[in-house]
């Protein structure tokens, strides 16, 4: 309880690079298993109705662009036992999303052909061993700022 108690006070006062407050959330890694446990506990990280921060990995990235406004910007995701999810979100998992992927007939879509290419070439590196599902949501974390052209700034720290 305790833990729900702290994650709930993400509103910890920090001076931002950047100029003003920023916001930060504490992710409790050492009970993500999946990509679902990982969503509930980034959602009890910034307070959402229902722990929902997506439902999936396409969800989630939502989320982490201001989907539902559940998360403040700029902001730090401080991402406690991260080793324990790292060990869990491994490529295995990447490698089934991707097939998954591949496997949905809007994926032939002449709109979606850049995300087709990356399904494949992800799926070539989750086989090898050499890149996992949790390599894949650290990226997708921090190149937010990047993707976003600067409007949204999410700092990502390790623990």
Same mark, same amino acid.
């Given at each position: ?37 990982? !969503? ?7 307070? #959402?109705?229902? +722990?929902?921060?997506?439902? &999936?990995?396409?969800? *989630?990235? =939502? ?27 491994? !490529? ?7 097939? #998954?992927?591949? +496997?949905?007939?809007?994926? &032939?879509?002449?709109? *979606?052909? =850049? ?45």
């Amino acid at each position: 309880m305790q833990s729900r108690l702290m994650s709930q006070r993400v509103a910890a006062a920090v001076r931002n690079p950047l100029g003003g407050r920023m916001r930060t959330y504490y992710v409790e890694g050492k009970d993500i298993t999946d990509v679902a446990t990982m !969503c509930e506990a980034f959602g009890r990280a910034v307070g #959402a109705p229902r +722990d929902y921060f997506g439902a &999936d990995i396409q969800g *989630f990235d =939502d989320c982490l662009f201001g989907g539902l406004k559940l998360l403040d910007t700029p902001c730090e995701i401080v991402w406690r036992d991260s080793d324990i999810s790292r060990g869990n979100l491994d !490529c295995d998992m990447l490698a089934a999303d991707c097939l #998954a992927m591949l +496997d949905d007939h809007e994926i &032939d879509s002449p709109s *979606f052909q =850049d995300g087709k290419q990356w399904a494949h070439d992800t799926l070539t590196k989750a086989k090898a061993g050499i890149y996992s599902m949790f390599d894949n949501v650290v990226e997708m974390i921090e190149s937010v700022p990047e993707r976003s052209s600067g409007r949204r700034q999410i700092k990502l720290t390790l623990q």
